[in-house]
């Protein structure tokens, strides 16, 4: 007899770290969890869309996908952030179809339904005659839309908590010590990984225990013995000491300062910091076993002189995320096996991947008791 999804969600059992065990295998393979978590997960957290540079102007926009949904953001006439879901009023087709870009209005391709940057329909064409045709009530659906520091957060379900409580304090004062602002966007980069979304998560938050069986080049640099691992309500931060003059010559080029810094925010998505160099990772699902991880890369020096080095520390982040890539594939294909159900988690390096679990089956749970029909 098939297992239901209730059966698959209370398979986990939350334990303190020390008993614990990483979810089922059903987790990472059942399309019914991957479309539970569409529903929970991604819909009930803020999720990032774009960079406060890319709207300045009125006009100017962004479009994402999140759980499935198409979404856009806008900088209206009177320079206010609006979240939309990018759907025509009219037959649903996308009203803009580029990834970003300006626009003097929303006019969708299909029909010429035209929608003001603050989203009132303000053009039908050809709907004279049409009875009790309420133009008011045919504006585009709005999302909710927070900013924090250059980043531009969407979320699906409106209602509590707003995007700072979302973080929590703790992460938040971290974050203002972490000199964001003075680094600059140079380069977007896209991979699309055959495993389950959340085996991604799971190896970004090991505690860097795979580092130096999988990444030998950036284990040279940093000190491993120092590794920390802390959580908060919402986050995890993995710290190292660095030792870049003992490395491997290319990775320590790039890979300098005193520490490495690796914050991870609920649910997908990660920013990686090192002295003068910053790269994000946003981890998009795209079926139960697909996915895609979005690198966007930032630099202290973005100017002309400093590309090459830049170029050099993203192919350094290449040869990491190959590596990644590769070992992720693999669990996918373990995950399926007969011989493989649930392993347990290390006291020392695995608290990130315990707590990411537990928030996982807290919204997992939730939604099966507010769904029934899911059960």
């Known amino acids: 007899m098939k297992v239901s999804l209730e059966e698959i969600v209370n398979a986990y059992e939350k334990q303190p770290l020390e008993k614990a065990a990483t979810p089922p295998a059903s987790w990472y393979i059942d399309p019914r969890v991957h479309g539970l978590e569409r529903q929970t997960v991604f819909a009930r957290s803020w999720q990032v869309v774009g960079r406060t540079e890319q709207l300045r102007e009125p006009g100017q926009y962004v479009t994402a996908t999140i759980a499935g949904e198409p979404i856009l953001v806008v900088r209206g006439n009177d320079q206010v952030l609006r979240g939309f879901y ?85 992460l938040t004062e971290q974050l203002k010590t972490a000199n964001l602002l003075d680094l600059h966007w140079f380069e977007r980069r896209s991979y699309m990984l055959n495993c389950n979304w959340k085996v991604f998560v799971d190896n970004y938050l090991d505690g860097g225990y795979h580092v130096p069986h999988i990444h030998g080049d950036l284990h040279s640099v940093l000190d491993y013995s120092s590794y920390t691992v802390k959580t908060g309500e919402r986050f995890c931060l993995q710290s190292s000491a660095m030792e870049p003059l003992a490395g491997e010559p290319t990775t320590a080029a790039v890979r300098q300062g005193r520490r490495a810094d690796y914050y991870w925010i609920y649910p997908n998505f990660m920013i990686n910091l090192y002295e003068g160099v910053m790269d994000t990772n946003l981890v998009i699902p795209h079926a139960a076993d697909q996915t895609e991880v979005v690198f966007d890369y930032f630099f202290d020096d973005v100017s002309g002189s400093a590309r090459e080095r830049n170029l050099t520390s993203i192919a350094v982040s290449e040869q990491i995320q190959a590596e990644d890539a590769a070992v992720c594939e693999s669990v996918q294909r373990g995950l399926q096996s007969r011989g493989y159900s649930t392993g347990r988690l290390s006291v020392r390096r695995e608290a990130g991947e315990h707590l990411f679990h537990r928030l996982l089956h807290t919204d997992l749970t939730t939604g099966l008791q507010s769904q029934p029909a899911l059960r």
């Open 86 to 170: 990018n759907v025509c009023r009219h037959h649903a087709a996308a009203v803009l179809t580029a990834t970003e870009g300006k626009a003097a209005n929303l006019r969708c391709p299909y029909h010429g339904w035209t929608y003001s940057l603050e989203g009132m329909l303000i053009l039908a064409p050809e709907f004279g005659g049409v009875a009790d045709f309420d133009r008011s009530a045919n504006s585009l659906l709005s999302v909710p839309v927070a900013v924090y520091r250059n980043w531009i957060f969407v979320k699906l379900e409106r209602g509590a908590p707003e995007l700072e409580d979302f973080f929590g304090n703790d």
